[in-house]
C-alpha cells in the first residue's frame, strides 16, 4: 500500500482565499484523523470520521474550517476564508477501528497563508 | 481527555551515548500509549507502542519504553543513539475514542 497520501505537499495562499486539502487514507482504513501541528500549539486534533461520519469535530478552530468525507477513500479538510494564523503542517492519518493498530500518517500539507 | 506531558522540549546528546525521553501520562483505568519519530519534513511514524502486556515494549531503530503505571510514565530509551535519530519524538495517549493526544515534543539532537 502506498500510505497515507495527503496532496498538496505545499500551499502558498494569500489571505482571504478559499484552501482545500485533500488526503486518501490507506485502504480499509475506517477511522480518519485530520491534525494540524504548529509551533506553538503542538499536534492538534481537528477532527475525526469513522465509516465516512464525523464523530468529533470540536477541535475545528473556527466555522471557516469545514472537513468532509464523501467517500470511504477521500477526505478534505477546506478553509474558507484563509487567514494567515491559519498557516501550519495540516495532517491526515488512518487507522483500522480495532484495539491493537496504529494511525498511519501522510507526509502532511505545510500551509502558508500571506 | 486523557493527555501526555513530555517533560523536555530539547535534549542534546553525543552519539553513541544512550537516551531517555520522558513522558508522563494522565492516570486512567486503561492506557494506550504511544511513541512517534518525525523527521525533518516528514510525517509521523510509529515506534512503538503499548496496549496491554509486558511493561517493556521494544520498537523500531533499536527503542524501547517502558510502562510504569505506580508512576504514570512511558519514557523512551534508546542505549546507544546514531546521528540519524536526529528528530522530533511524540510521545501519545489514545482516547476512548480512539483519537490520539500528543505531547508537546521532544526535539532530540545528536552530535558527533
Known amino acids: 500500500d502506498a500510505g497515507v497520501i495527503q496532496s498538496p505537499r505545499h500551499e502558498v495562499t494569500e489571505m482571504g482565499q478559499e484552501v482545500t486539502l485533500r488526503c486518501k487514507p490507506i485502504s480499509g482504513h475506517d477511522y480518519l484523523f485530520w491534525y494540524r501541528q504548529t509551533m506553538m500549539r503542538g499536534l492538534e486534533l481537528l477532527i475525526y470520521?469513522?465509516?465516512?461520519?464525523?464523530?468529533?469535530d470540536s477541535g475545528m478552530p473556527e466555522d471557516r474550517f469545514s472537513a468532509k468525507m464523501p467517500n470511504a477513500s477521500f477526505s478534505t479538510l477546506k478553509i474558507q476564508p484563509s487567514e494567515p494564523r491559519d498557516s501550519a503542517v495540516y495532517f491526515c492519518?488512518?487507522?483500522?477501528?480495532?484495539?491493537?493498530?496504529?494511525?498511519?500518517f501522510g507526509q502532511g500539507t505545510r500551509l502558508t497563508v500571506v | 481527555a486523557q493527555s501526555v506531558t513530555q517533560l523536555d522540549s530539547q535534549v542534546p546528546v553525543f552519539e553513541e551515548a544512550p537516551v531517555e525521553l520522558r513522558c508522563n501520562y494522565s492516570?486512567?483505568?486503561?492506557?494506550?500509549l504511544f511513541w512517534y519519530v518525525q523527521y525533518p519534513n516528514q510525517g509521523l511514524q510509529l515506534l512503538l507502542k503499548y496496549l496491554s502486556g509486558s511493561t517493556l515494549v521494544k520498537g523500531i531503530n533499536g527503542f524501547e519504553a517502558e510502562f510504569n503505571k505506580s508512576q504514570t510514565s512511558f519514557h523512551l530509551r534508546k542505549p546507544s543513539v546514531h546521528i540519524s535519530d536526529t528528530a522530533e519524538y511524540f510521545c501519545?495517549?489514545?482516547?476512548?475514542?480512539?483519537?490520539?493526544?500528543f505531547g508537546k515534543g521532544t526535539s532530540l539532537l545528536v552530535t558527533p
Open positions: 501519545a495517549v489514545r482516547n476512548s475514542g480512539y483519537a490520539l493526544n
Open positions: 492516570s486512567s483505568v486503561s492506557v494506550y
Open positions: 492519518a488512518s487507522r483500522r477501528g480495532t484495539t491493537n493498530t496504529e494511525a498511519f
Open positions: 470520521f469513522n465509516n465516512n461520519v464525523p464523530i468529533d
